[in-house]
């Protein structure tokens, strides 16, 4: 599953940036037919509202991506430490062209479901369209939470199953096979339930297959 992944994201590096900024008229019409025109530039700022302008304290991006939508974000917290993390070198080469010259921004290799940090030693975590391509997400959610202090931030976006049949038989028979998700994936209510019982206090917002939140441990 690992290799599959790697190997999904390394043949779409040259697309990825285009599909989900809808760049082109084939990525708007790919996203108006199979995502309910979900505008995925309108969530990640969403997402990153929740991260104060004068953030100054430890920030976990986990998976970093290509940094398309947060590098203008992350390279104006000069005073917060960020640390990006990604399992695919493709994707994270592609980071560190864009977050590399910022001496409070550093681009790691890593596992999300065995992250190489302290307990309780982040003060917010960043997900932005990354859950669904997590093969073991129990892991996942367990260790977000075990790295976050008391009070921490856990702010995200990903697909969930369940509103649109057309996007979970897109998920189901393309996406996932080609590796670009990992099944399982939780449903609205599941989602909730698991927030929920790992954190005092969420803000779970839903746009078409899409969610967006905010949990504070």
């Known amino acids: 599953m690992a290799d599959k992944i790697q190997n999904a994201y390394e043949t779409s590096k040259n697309i990825?940036?285009?599909?989900?900024t809808q760049r082109n008229i084939f990525s708007k019409l790919y996203i108006k037919l199979f995502w309910s025109g979900t505008d995925d530039n309108d969530i990640a700022r969403k997402v990153l509202s929740y991260v104060?302008?004068?953030?100054?304290?430890?920030?976990?991006?986990?998976?970093?991506?290509?940094?398309v939508?947060?590098?203008?974000k992350w390279s104006s917290l000069k005073n917060a430490h960020i640390t990006c993390i990604d399992y695919s070198m493709d994707m994270l080469e592609q980071a560190r062209?864009?977050?590399?010259?910022?001496?409070?921004?550093?681009?790691?290799?890593?596992?999300?479901?065995?992250?190489?940090?302290?307990?309780?030693?982040?003060?917010?975590?960043?997900?932005?369209?990354?859950f669904h391509a997590f093969p073991d997400k129990q892991k996942a959610f367990h260790e977000i939470w075990r790295v976050l202090k008391p009070g921490g931030n856990f702010i995200a976006c990903?697909?969930?199953?369940?509103?649109?049949?057309?996007?979970?038989?897109?998920?189901?028979?393309?996406?996932?096979?080609?590796?670009?998700?990992?099944?399982?994936?939780?449903?609205?209510?599941?989602?909730?339930?698991?927030?929920?019982?790992?954190?005092?206090?969420?803000?779970?917002?839903?746009?078409?297959?899409?969610?967006?939140?905010?949990?504070?441990?």
């Open 16 to 20: 990825y940036d285009d599909v989900l």
């Open 52 to 67: 104060p302008d004068d953030f100054s304290g430890n920030l976990l991006d986990v998976p970093v991506g290509t940094a």
């Open 69 to 72: 939508f947060t590098e203008n």
């Open 97 to 130: 062209k864009r977050l590399g010259s910022h001496a409070h921004i550093k681009c790691i290799q890593g596992d999300v479901g065995n992250l190489q940090m302290e307990n309780e030693s982040v003060d917010t975590v960043v997900s932005m369209n990354g």
């Open 158 to 217: 990903f697909y969930i199953r369940g509103k649109s049949k057309r996007t979970d038989w897109l998920v189901k028979n393309i996406l996932a096979k080609k590796g670009w998700f990992s099944p399982p994936f939780q449903t609205e209510k599941e989602l909730r339930d698991i927030l929920q019982k790992l954190y005092k206090e969420t803000d779970i917002h839903v746009d078409g297959s899409m969610v967006y939140f905010r949990c504070v441990k």
